[in-house]
């Protein structure tokens, strides 16, 4: 008795065909335009018949493995790496390193099977129904508009704490041109306050000049969030101020979404980045920086990178001397005190002593312009002339 069990039920249906062809049901020119093949074929396939019985419509490589599968030994190889070096990695990273470090040359799908089988990879499958949004086209230029943010995250993982053993978390502040989509800065910093950012843009003038726009979020240090201050467009941040003074146009955005571009920029890093760092065993914020600047921003950029619809740059380049003697007071945080009868300024938890300086008469009760510089330098201006001082120590204040 013949076993047909094996067969598909689009083969046991082809096999009825012949059949009926067989005993002369059909024709064999019904039988071929049935099974939309020719004549010959249907007489090749009652020869067959005959010869080989009905199993001959089964493919050959059924039950057997397949002629492209992966050699059991690098596929044992390919799980080893992926279970003890990359057990986090997603399937396009993975198959990267692999390729890189261990020259293993295999497609993103045969790693990713490989993961879903070892339990270290879950597609996604369903999908939460999207926000209909408008699309925004990127700007034409290099350096029209800038995308800046900042994240937190346990950027060194478990290799950066505390003195309580505690992972501390780092905050990467990142610009990111619109045009290119191209990262052109990343610090990590303590924090998104205002000197680490005024000196990231500080550095950032050095390095590429002063871009025509940055695209910024609502977070309170670049915008000024409290109800009586919206009322009134002239109150602006420290950093709004600075940007201002340094003819740098400020545009906000009104939800994560609007600055989509810095945001997935993100994503990437903490999956990326993290890793990287990871395999080069970096464990401090001043290698990690000298790490993104080094090695990470350029092979992202050639990775990630687009060419801008038109060319040109509209940075506007800085001189040496604006670099040191004049931006350094821009991004700063500036504050206003009163000199008091002992002629001292208190700033913080520091108390100034204000000396004689040439050139320059001291009262009571006259301001003065207090510049925190983002290396933690303090300057003192009256009436726009820097004043000489000393810190007091912690007993006389």
Known sequence: MENLLPMTLKQLGRLDVIHRAKRREITQKVAAKMLQVTDRTVRE???????????????GLRD????????????????SLLRNRYPDFGP?????????LHGIERNRKTVQRIQVSLGLWKPRRVRQQAV???YRTPRFTFGELIQFDGSYHFWLEMRLLDADGNPIELCLLLAIDDATGKILDAQFAP???????????LNYAGTHGLPKSIYLDRFSTYSMNHGLAKDNPDTLTQFERAAKEAGVEIVHAHSPQGKGRVERAFGTLQDRLVKEMRLAGISTVESANA???ETFIPDFNRRFGREAAKRGNLHRRISRKELTEVLPYVFCRREQRIIRNDFTIPFKKDRFQLLPTPRLH????????????????????VR??????HALPPTAR
């Open 291 to 293: 790490f993104l600047r």
């Open 64 to 79: 057997r493995p397949s002629n492209n599968c992966i050699p059991d030994g690098e596929r044992h190889r390919i799980e």
């Open 384 to 389: 726009g002339k820097a004043a000489n001082y």
């Open 362 to 381: 001291l009262r009571p009760k006259e301001q003065v312009d207090v510049h925190e510089l983002p290396d933690g330098n303090i300057r003192l201006l």
């Open 132 to 134: 209909h949004r408008a």
């Open 191 to 201: 924090h998104e306050g205002v000197l680490p950012v005024m000196g990231f843009w």
């Open 92 to 100: 396009t990273f993975a198959t990267e390193k692999l390729r890189e």
């Open 45 to 59: 396939y009652l020869q067959r018949l005959e010869l080989e019985g009905p199993g001959f419509l089964r493919h």
